[in-house]
Every structure is written in C-alpha cells, then in structure tokens.
C-alpha cells in the first residue's frame, strides 16, 4: 500500500557573473555557511547560529539565511541576543528567486541544514546538485536523502554543529571530498524519475 516516490532536483546553470550578482545584492563578501528554507522553529536556526558564532571568528565567515518568514520567529528574534558584529556577519535574505538560490548554492562554501522535521529535505538535495559539501541532521529524512554523502551530525547539540562547520571550513580537502560525494549522490535523483516512478505506481494499480 505505500510506495516511495522520491523528489527530484535538476540543476540551474550558474555563471560567474551571476554569482558575482548574488553576493552584491547580499552583501556577501566573504565565503559563507548557507541555510535555505522558511524561517520557523522546526528548521532549527538558534542552534545553527550558536554554533556558527563559535566558528565565525576563527573562520572569518558569514552566515546567510535565505528564505521567507514562516511563523514562530522572526529575523529580529533570531538576532535578538547577538552582538553587532555577529549581526553584521549574519544576512537574512528573505524570499528569493529560484535563479537566486541557484547562485547562493554555488556560491556557498557549505551547506546547513539542521532540520528537527522534514519529510524529504529537497534543499539537501539542491544543494548537493550545486557540489556544495552538506552538513545535515542525524536519524532525520534529510541524512536518508543523503545517503552518506553529507556530514551528519545531532542537531540539538550546538558543539557537534560547531565542530562540523569548522572542519567543513578549515579542511578544504575533506570539503571537497564530500562535495564530490554529495554530487554523485544528487544525480540519482531527478524530475523526470520522480515522473516515471509515480506513474509506474498507477499502473500497478491498473
């Protein structure tokens, strides 16, 4: 009775210049940590920014949150209890276009996603398209996504989130290793499959 369809992804080309372009709207001029989803509690942002403050000095890097506001927080609440250098560091982008989230993809030096609750994590898979290194959220659908190309680790423990973020930062060989992984993995993935796997549930069913 259940049949497991998986989402696709098909990635956007992304030039040079239109890298450029991202990071001046931004204003993004350092390498950076991405997140991208809604803003609400279950994506786990506290978390994500507490360990980013840890590594952000030593790291000399930003933290960008692209996405719309949700419910249950808001970007001033996020950056409440910050100082004005660790709010400086931080851009909260707001909603962006899907051409914009393409470049911020390519752009970014790793990837987030500490998610509580998901029931696929398309942004794990978005971002590993782009050969961006993933860190993700252990015993969650997003580490099944990624089926052992990302780093996963316990989303509720800032130290573990810390740690990874800084050895995703520092060792640019391990970083590339998982972006080669996590690229690999993505190209299992597409529209066109997602398509033919759905269809060939209703046919069974003929």
Not at 148 to 167: C, F, H, Q
Request: charged share 20%; glycine share 8%.
């Amino acid at each position: 009775r259940l049949h497991l369809v998986p989402l696709g992804h098909d990635p956007r080309p992304v030039t040079t210049k239109a890298g450029r372009q991202v990071r001046e709207r931004f204003g993004i001029n350092r390498s950076f940590v991405l997140a991208a989803g809604t803003l609400e509690p279950r994506k786990n942002l506290p978390n994500l920014i507490d360990a980013f403050v840890d590594v952000a000095t030593d790291t000399n890097t930003q933290l960008v949150l692209a996405g719309p506001t949700g419910w249950g927080t808001t970007p001033e609440q996020l950056l409440t209890s910050l100082t004005a250098e660790m709010t400086d560091r931080i851009v909260i982008t707001g909603q962006v276009t899907i051409d914009e989230l393409a470049a911020l993809y390519s752009e970014a030096t790793v990837f987030c996603y500490p998610s509580l609750l998901e029931g696929f994590g398309l942004p794990v898979l978005e971002a590993m398209s782009y050969r961006t290194p993933v860190i993700t959220s252990k015993g969650t659908a997003t580490e099944e996504v990624a089926g052992g190309a990302a780093l996963a680790v316990d989303p509720n423990s800032i130290k573990e989130l810390a740690y990874a973020l800084r050895t995703v930062l520092t060792d640019g060989r391990f970083a590339r290793e998982l972006a080669d992984r996590g690229y690999e993995r993505s190209t299992g993935f597409s529209w066109n499959k997602a398509a033919s796997a759905t269809v060939a549930v209703y046919r069974s069913l003929l």
